[in-house]
């Protein structure tokens, strides 16, 4: 059974920091394109970070040089390190395991708002 864990959302301050984490079981996570999505109240899931097995990175402009993914495959583990958050920044964030061609996996998301 496959399973994607989030963890590491929580309340922080404009211009704070928050690492999330999301730990994958039931696949063999070091082939799997990773990403991180988010989705506010009344707006659609959007992409804020893809990291390939390879270890190549991708940003939307929206988050770029603020956000940075990792992941460790040692772990099972892929990371997101969000760094001066804006109140814009507050949403739910998913993780999201794709194979091309195959099955793509959702974790059940977990909430961070920005917020003085």
């Known amino acids: 059974q496959v399973q994607l864990v989030e963890s590491g959302g929580g309340l922080v301050q404009p211009g704070g920091s928050l690492r999330l984490s999301c730990a994958a079981s039931g696949i063999i996570f070091s082939i799997y394109v990773m990403s991180w999505y988010r989705q506010a109240p009344g707006k659609q899931r959007e992409l804020v970070a893809t990291?390939?097995?390879?270890?190549?990175?991708g940003y939307p402009s929206s988050v770029k040089g603020r956000f940075t993914i990792s992941r460790d495959n040692a772990k099972n583990t892929v990371y997101l390190q969000m760094n001066s958050l804006k109140p814009e920044d507050t949403a739910v964030y998913y993780c999201?395991?794709?194979?091309?061609?195959?099955?793509?996996?959702w974790g059940q998301g977990t909430q961070v708002t920005v917020s003085s």
């Open positions: 990291i390939t097995s390879g270890g190549s990175t």
């Open positions: 999201k395991a794709a194979q091309p061609g195959g099955t793509n996996y």
